[in-house]
């Protein structure tokens, strides 16, 4: 299956929003070679909301100084409301001379993140007043600036990205909570944090402030100035004290949870740090006098994470989505209702993709794309944050 195919496939899926942000990333990059991508939804009255950056050093960088631009009329941030309402594309690309390199924005915003040249585009809908969403494509200073036929290719993509973006009912998020519970795929992002046993940081890897924005809900509302996060959110505070509970016998639950978020699942786990040369058990009567490490990942969502096993097993699109529904232990004529299609063409569909994946039944098929995940994990250089 091609990327187009793909990306297709995954806007149709019925992801939230942000979840089909994180999932769409890393194809966009077959189809419009670029460095990194940025992007995030836009609220009724012309605000950042929730996003997801493939350089996790874009959130502190963007809370920092963004709003600092939106007044400035040499800034792409000056014509940010105007691209909005116009559901704009390509609306920077002449931000490509010498005078550009030499501007604040590009000094300040763009040189620290190794991003030079930038394509944008608004995703929105006929007869809304201002696009949902909006997409930043972005190259280093080495590589050649975005052309016409980049541009070209990204606008036919803006359909499907439209719908996958699209602001959905609430109705829609609850029915996806409780038929996905607990399920994640492979980790997309990673970070450290050093704590005290009071909550008080020590050390974090950069870049992590993504994933500390992803843990407490917060929006990327970077348009203004936004105040310094007070404290930590609330699943890293109940982990501190489940792992402090267990040292003092107050609790037995282990210090590893997850948290369903927008972005998937978002898995924590803390360890106590010994300090070298301590006696274990001496340690162990006094863990106030040890740090905390505590490691957080994103996870991409299950059902993303199911498409993208099964195009690269050679799935084609109409096998994708019923081997989707056939993993996640859904019965043929459940997947037929579901999908809209007769039970022959499910049936028809199944069997193609057993032969295919050298499976034979539903079983075998889940076990392939289920443990798949962890041997790819064992092979992949996680990203980290930072």
């Known amino acids: 299956m091609g990327a187009v195919e793909h990306l297709k496939t995954l806007c149709c899926l019925g992801l939230k929003p942000e979840s089909a942000m994180v999932a769409v990333a890393p194809v966009l990059h077959e189809i419009v070679p670029h460095g990194w991508s940025r992007m995030v939804l836009v609220e009724p009255d012309a605000t950042m909301g929730g996003g997801f950056a493939e350089n996790p050093a874009v959130v502190a960088l963007f809370r920092e100084r963004l709003w600092r631009f939106m007044d400035d009329p040499s800034a792409p941030a000056s014509l940010w409301v105007p691209s909005l309402r116009a559901n704009a594309i390509g609306w920077t690309l002449h931000f490509q001379g010498r005078a550009w390199l030499e501007s604040g924005w590009y000094r300040e915003m763009e040189a620290p993140l190794d991003s030079c040249w930038i394509l944008d585009a608004m995703i929105g809908n006929a007869g809304r007043p201002l696009a949902f969403a909006h997409l930043m494509l972005t190259r280093p200073r080495s590589a050649r600036p975005f052309a016409v036929d980049d541009v070209q290719r990204l606008d036919r993509l803006r359909p499907w990205l439209a719908h996958a973006f699209r602001p959905q009912a609430s109705d829609e998020a609850r029915k996806e909570n409780q038929d996905l519970a607990g399920m994640a795929g492979a980790p997309v992002r990673s970070g450290e944090m050093t704590l005290t046993p009071d909550a008080k940081v020590v050390c974090q890897t ?158 075998e098929l889940a076990t392939r794309i289920w443990l798949g995940q962890r041997h790819d994990e064992a092979r992949q250089d996680l990203p980290r944050a930072g």
């Open 206 to 363: 950069p870049g992590l402030e993504q994933l500390l924005g992803i843990l407490a809900g917060e929006p990327g509302g970077f348009t203004r100035s936004v105040p310094v996060r007070d404290g930590l959110p609330v699943p890293i505070l109940k982990l501190l004290r489940r792992i402090g509970g267990a040292a003092n016998g107050t609790s037995n639950s282990p210090p590893r949870m997850q948290h369903s978020t927008a972005h998937g699942v978002v898995s924590l786990e803390a360890k106590w740090l010994v300090p070298a040369g301590a006696v274990h058990p001496d340690a162990a009567r006094d863990p106030k006098s040890c740090l905390i490490s505590v490691t957080i990942e994103l996870h991409e969502h299950a059902i993303a994470h199911a498409a993208r096993m099964l195009r690269e097993r050679g799935a084609t699109p109409a096998q994708v989505k019923v081997g989707i529904h056939l993993a996640l232990g859904k019965t043929k004529p459940a997947i037929a209702d579901e999908l809209g299609l007769q039970r022959s063409s499910v049936a028809d569909h199944s069997k193609k993709l057993y032969q295919t994946l050298d499976v034979h039944n539903s079983t």
